[in-house]
């Protein structure tokens, strides 16, 4: 079935620091696919998305491009601020939502 | 606009007690419905979907149901709930192939 494994983290960066965090998935359709943040005890919030091949979604100073090629999406920030500090996760809509394990970045200042 | 609620909160539950969350969304019609448990530090696990009333597909098996008895409500229910019940529940809904919208969850603790 269709399947979504990212990195693992924790992940710990200085403020200003370049942020890729790997998203690779497995389906046998056309998924779109999304990141989420998820800040402490709440729910999940939609960063951004891409929903065909070659598509970047961007929100917030972050991006990721949907490559068909390698199966991957992988989430960019040029420079993380403290208030990035959230975990982050990599979903596919094929159908069902699959989401990854989740990531999570602390930011120091 | 379409919003999503999500209640309790917090939820403090002794041992074979029984649990009813419910969900229920505003502003749209027949979406698709989901619950999700978060366990401590870890990923979402999708535990039911809903593509239309009385329609629930169960991911794994375990000590849960799910029930929509109404187009824009969503139950998750337990007659029995254990120590591994615990965990963040969280309730979403979306559209054809886009996004999912989530609730803001509910905590669990099975004591």
């Known amino acids: 079935g269709d399947s979504v494994t990212q990195m693992e983290g924790p992940v710990t960066l200085s403020e200003e620091a370049f942020l890729t965090i790997n998203c690779t998935y497995t389906?046998?359709?056309?998924?779109?696919l999304f990141w989420y943040v998820q800040y402490p005890g709440e729910g999940l919030q939609l960063l951004l998305k891409?929903?065909?091949?070659?598509d970047k979604g961007s929100n917030k100073g972050f991006e990721a491009t949907y490559r068909k090629e390698t199966t991957s999406f992988h989430l960019e920030k040029g420079s993380v601020q403290v208030s990035d500090s959230a975990v982050y996760f990599c979903a596919l809509r094929d159908g069902d939502m699959r989401f990854g394990a989740g990531t999570r970045l602390t930011v120091k200042p | 606009s379409q919003t999503i609620h999500q209640w309790p909160a917090t939820l403090v539950q002794p041992v074979g007690s029984p649990l009813s969350l419910e969900c229920t969304v505003e502003g749209t019609s027949n979406p698709n419905l989901y619950w999700y448990r978060q366990a401590a530090g870890r990923g979402l696990q999708l535990l039911f979907y809903s593509v239309g009333i009385g329609q629930i597909s169960s991911e794994v098996p375990q000590n849960l149901s799910a029930s929509r008895p109404q187009d824009r409500q969503f139950i998750l229910s337990s007659k029995k709930l254990l120590l591994s019940d615990s965990g963040f529940y969280l309730c979403?809904?979306?559209?054809?192939?886009?996004?999912?919208?989530f609730g803001q969850g509910t905590r669990l603790t099975v004591v």
């Open positions: 891409a929903t065909k091949a070659d």
């Open positions: 389906a046998t359709g056309y998924p779109s």
């Open positions: 979403a809904w979306s559209e054809l192939r886009i996004e999912a919208f």
